[in-house]
Each structure stands twice: as C-alpha cells, then as structure tokens.
C-alpha cells in the first residue's frame, strides 16, 4: 500500500525567508505526486502536481517541488514567505495505473512571522 | 464553472440520527471520493466510487453508507453506528488517470458536530 510521510507536522519561517515542506513517498512505482493548500473550513486547493512529464514542477503561488526517485521525495518549496502563505499543506500521491485512491500525508501548518 | 458542490456547508446530528452530506459535480469526472478530516490525521477515505452504480469501501468505511445513482451525485450517509461523526467532510471527484489534465477538485466541505 502506498503511504505519504510529510517531515514537521508545522513550520514556522519569518516573511521573506525560504519555505521549504517536506514530503515522502513510498510506492514500488513512481506515483503521481500532488501538493496541496488548505485554508481553515475551506475545500483543498491544487498546488502543484508531478505526472512523471518533468521533475521540476511550478505551481500557483510561487510554489515550485522538485520529483526525487533516489530520494522517494517531493519536498514543495517558495524562495520567499509572503503572509498569506500561511495555512495548512497536504502532499498525496496516487496510483498511476488505474484510478488511484490517492493517498495523503498528514499534513503541515505553515506560520509566517512579520 | 465547473467544480463540486457540498451541501450543507454546517450540519448538526443528534444521537442516534442519520445524516446525508450532498456533492454534486458537474465536471464529467467518472471518480467520485469522500473523505473524513480530523485534526492531526490528514485526510482518510471512508468511500470511493469509479462508475455510476458501484462503490468500494475506504480505509474508515465503519458507520457510513454511499449511492452513486447517477454520474454527478454520490451522497454520503453518516449513520448512528458512526460513534464519533464529528469531523470535517471533503468530496472529491477525479478523471482518469490517462488524461493530460489528470488531477482531483475537490468541494468546499461540510463540518458535521453531533449536538
């Protein structure tokens, strides 16, 4: 079975400073990959996803993760911190072969300090 | 615009009382999820769908029933065998993997708390 491991069950940086979220995946077959953002009471909002096109994978928001297949990791990551950055993130992965259940992480709270 | 839609936004259940949780999507999507949310827990599946008229059973399935009668709805049942129903539910539906815009949209969500 497929499980998802996000490292930090919250994560404080100052405005301006780097995001860096982690996340791995255990899967015998490269997964599909998927971050996303969560504002309290609201739905989950696509980040960003990795379909096995390119490693490198730019999202909305400035967010960008990078595909690591010898590292079984796709750490999401913002060069710098804006306040409204600040909410809950969920990694997930799903099957690529059939219709995946896909499968989430338990997810990060990001704070952003003034 | 398409997108899902969960109805109610808020819900209150008494002891012993059956709750339905509405989604309706309208993006064609044959995929249908719902899922629970507790705090520290991430996101658990309770029930999943891939084609009107079956569904299969999540990792939390215990206390809860589905339909998917039709393509666009798949309504979730809360029974009163769920002994801890208070959560935060999301709907999601998907395409198929083999597309290009592949991905999950998920609803708003509906906070249920047993009063």
């Known amino acids: 079975a497929q499980s998802v491991t996000q490292l930090g069950s919250h994560v404080s940086v100052s405005e301006g400073a780097l995001v860096l979220l982690r996340c791995n995946y255990s899967s015998s077959v490269p997964p599909y990959l998927f971050w996303y953002v969560q504002y309290p009471n609201q739905g989950l909002q696509l980040l960003l996803k990795?379909?096995?096109?390119?490693?490198l994978v730019k999202g909305i928001n400035g967010f960008e993760a990078e595909f690591k297949k010898s590292e079984t990791s796709f750490h999401l990551t913002k060069p710098s911190a804006h306040m409204s950055d600040a909410a809950e993130y969920f990694c997930a992965s799903a099957g690529g072969t059939s219709y995946g259940k896909l499968t989430f992480g338990q997810g990060t709270i990001l704070t952003v300090h003034p | 615009d398409g997108g899902i839609t969960q109805s109610p936004k808020y819900l209150f259940r008494k002891e012993g009382q059956n709750v339905t949780l509405s989604c309706e999507q309208n993006l064609n999507h044959d995929a249908m999820y719902w899922y629970r949310q507790d705090p520290g827990q991430g996101l658990r599946l309770i029930y999943y769908s891939q084609i009107v008229n079956d569904f299969q059973k999540g990792d939390i399935a215990e206390g809860y029933s589905v339909s998917r009668e039709k393509k666009e709805s798949f309504p979730l049942t809360v029974t009163s065998a769920q002994k801890n129903p208070t959560a935060f539910y999301l709907c999601a539906s998907s395409n198929s993997p083999g597309q290009t815009n592949y991905g999950y949209t998920f609803g708003s969500g509906t906070r249920l708390t047993v009063v």
């Open positions: 990795y379909t096995s096109a390119a490693t």
